[in-house]
């Protein structure tokens, strides 16, 4: 014999034995059904099978089998992709010319002029983007500040302590965005108090 199940109501509505689900908050999606087409798809599918390894005596589920039937569809799909960009060079060629543009084309047709400028903009833009300005190798870098030390000479006082507090504090605020950048949880609290005010002075 079966214990009797208790009924809890819930905001009008009645659950046997469990919990509802409107009350913690969260709605179970309901499993969709499938539409009629997705039905009638696994059905010829499945009367192909069938047709298929009864008329030819090929199973379905031979691993073999299914590597054929791969082959086949991807040669179908290039034949037929192969076909779709013959039509389209042939659509190509009907294009205008650029005298036939040239000839629709008014100087004081203020929109089309707006527009022409507009996409040549954001072509622009797209190019500067894409065309990013190639990394600085050690040499680039070392070969200007040639050219800096050759244009202005610096008088600085190598041995004075401010200097070296000033170094440390450059260095530690440098690592602390380089650990921020890399996302690295370690920021640690003595970045370059130690060791690095003697890397400065070098």
């Known amino acids: 014999m079966q214990p009797a199940r208790r009924t809890v109501a819930t905001s009008g509505r009645r659950h046997f034995g469990r919990q509802s689900s409107v009350c913690c908050g969260t709605r179970r999606k309901k499993r969709q059904q499938p539409t009629l ?11 192909a ?34 076909k779709t960009m013959r039509a389209g060079d042939a659509q190509d060629q009907n294009e205008p010319t650029e005298a036939e543009l040239a000839a629709e084309f008014r100087a004081d047709d203020k929109e089309l002029c707006n ?3 507009k996409i040549q903009a954001q072509f622009r833009g797209h190019m500067a983007r894409k065309t990013t300005p190639k990394e600085k190798t050690a040499e680039d870098l070392s070969k ?9 000479e610096v008088d600085i006082d190598l041995t004075d302590p401010e200097l070296h507090k000033a170094a440390s504090k450059i260095q530690a605020s440098f690592r602390g965005h380089k650990a921020r950048k890399e996302g690295d949880p370690k920021e640690g609290g003595d970045d370059g108090k130690a060791g690095d005010s003697g890397g400065a002075s070098q």
């Open 115 to 117: 527009a022409a400028t």
């Open 37 to 47: 087409s997705q039905r009638a798809r696994r059905r010829s599918l499945v009367d």
């Open 144 to 152: 200007e500040m040639e050219k800096l030390d050759a244009k202005e």
């Open 49 to 82: 099978r069938a047709k298929m390894s009864s008329a030819y005596g090929i199973d379905p589920n031979d691993p073999e089998a299914q590597r054929a039937a791969t082959k086949i569809q991807a040669v179908f799909r290039g034949h037929k992709t192969r």
